[in-house]
């Protein structure tokens, strides 16, 4: 069965809570792009260690590969199976 992206983007991505997500992800990989730490197109992710996309300090960001950060289900109650410490 194919992707439904209009349907995905009404039910859940459209939602203020969500936009606000994913503004502080993208906020936080051009934190660490202007730091050097990560580059356009290496690869990698910019992990939230604590899980929580709003909190940027620098403590809680890492840089891990892509396959180690989408290592787990996307459920309230997955816990990742990779720790990013």
Same mark, same amino acid.
């Given at each position: ?5 209009? +349907? ?8 203020? &809570?969500?936009?606000? !997500?994913? *503004? ?9 792009? #202007?730091? %050097?730490? &990560?580059?356009? %197109?290496?690869?990698?992710? &910019? *992990?939230?260690? !604590?899980?929580?996309?709003?909190? !940027?300090?620098l403590k809680n960001l890492a840089v891990v590969r892509k396959s ?9 109650? *997955?816990? #990742?199976?990779?720790?990013? +410490?």
């Amino acid at each position: 069965m194919a992707r439904n992206y209009t +349907s995905e983007y009404k039910k859940y991505q459209k939602k203020q &809570v969500q936009k606000k !997500n994913r *503004a502080s992800r993208n906020a936080a990989r051009n934190l660490l792009m #202007k730091s %050097g730490r &990560v580059k356009k %197109g290496d690869g990698k992710d &910019v *992990a939230h260690k !604590n899980g929580n996309p709003r909190d !940027n300090r620098l403590k809680n960001l890492a840089v891990v590969r892509k396959s180690r950060n989408r290592s787990y289900p996307r459920t309230k109650t *997955a816990g #990742k199976l990779h720790r990013t +410490s």
